[in-house]
């Protein structure tokens, strides 16, 4: 879902949000989750944000305020994962649009980011090729420095940083996506690669796990005496 009946405002359909997001690019961002995804890869650990109905309808208009309130709190970057955000790529191209014109505004002289490197990072499991051959995908992602695309593939893990398979690339797309990724392009991890955040009578997994690595979290658990339930990997 994209607009809401009788609302001229662009809508985005959303599963959560979260600031400060540790584990999804450099340093400390404001994380974005759509909620919808019609690509439902095996394997997925966010099988909760598949269902298009599922989440709640957030204006654009807010999540940009959430974005300059990130700022004015030091974040270092917007990363927008899923579900699937190239699912609604009208209102994706707003919220990015937007986001750009509130990074610039920060970054300026006397605002609240006056000078620093702050960059916008976005997941998609559409390849790239099927982004650029669609007009309304392609203009959604035009504000986006970064680009990690690609179909999650279980059967073929890496410990490539900020990527679930090895067969998905992270791509810079403007000068500042160069500057600030080049490190981090053949950068691997072997330690957890998991924030966990209590939310409201959950916890929250943010972050791209290596292989088996909810696995043994959830052995730990269990010798804790503590049992999941409504594991968002599981089907």
Known sequence: MENVPGCAEPTLRISQTHFPVETLGPGRRLGIWSQGCGLAC?????????????GASRTVSSLLGLWREALARGADGLTVSGGEPLDQPTALEALLAGAA???????????????REIDILLY???????????????????????????????????ALVWRGSANQPMRPRTERGRAR?????????????????EGDGDVRLYGVPRRGELAALERRLRRAGIALTGASWRP
């Open 42 to 54: 095996a394997g997925c650990m966010s099988r909760h944000t598949w269902d298009p109905s599922g």
């Open 101 to 115: 014109r509130a990074r610039a505004e920060a970054v300026a002289p006397g605002g609240p980011a006056a000078g």
């Open 124 to 158: 998609t499991g559409y390849e790239e090729e099927e982004v650029e051959a669609d007009a309304v995908r392609s203009a959604a992602v035009r504000h986006a420095d970064v680009l990690v695309s690609g179909r999650f593939r279980a059967a073929e893990p890496t």
């Open 181 to 197: 990724y080049q490190e981090h392009l053949a950068r691997t991890e072997s330690g957890p690669r998991l924030q966990m955040v």
